[in-house]
Nanobody, 121 residues
Framework: QVQLVESGGGLVQPGGSLRLSCAAS????????MGWSRQAPGKERELVAA???????NYADSVKGRFTISNDNAKNTVYLQMNTLKPDDTAVYYC???????????????WGQGTLVTVSS
């Protein structure tokens, strides 16, 4: 069973925008942190952005000012708005949740299956 489902990836030209979505397969009752990581070919996975249940956000230096993370509690969805995309942003983007409880169960750590973002002209 897939508990976190990412969508919104694709091919975009440099300077373009994409919005990624991470939808839980059920109602979220609580979580500690939700966020996005990415892994480019041949590189280690890195944290891109995170949001706490209280709404505090954190970003990697490489995306500050370009990416925005947000969550919609009513839709049980976390978003990553990505603007001014660069070729270096090309990667598989993974949604994750830390200490999440919902109708789908309780998990200390939960990951989605990833969505590919390719930035190329």
């Amino acid at each position: 069973q897939v508990q976190l489902v990412e969508s919104g990836g694709g091919l975009v030209q440099p300077g373009g925008s994409l919005r990624l979505s991470c939808a839980a397969s059920g109602t979220i009752f609580s979580f500690n942190v939700m966020g996005w990581s990415r892994q480019a070919p041949g590189k280690e996975r890195e944290l891109v952005a995170a949001i706490t249940s209280g709404g505090s956000t954190n970003y990697a230096d490489s995306v500050k000012g370009r990416f925005t993370i947000s969550n919609d509690n009513a839709k049980n969805t976390v978003y990553l708005q990505m603007n001014t995309l660069k070729p270096d942003d090309t990667a598989v983007y993974y949604c994750y949740a830390d200490s999440i409880v919902g109708t789908f169960g309780s998990y200390r750590a939960l990951w989605g299956q990833g969505t590919l973002v390719t930035v190329s002209s």
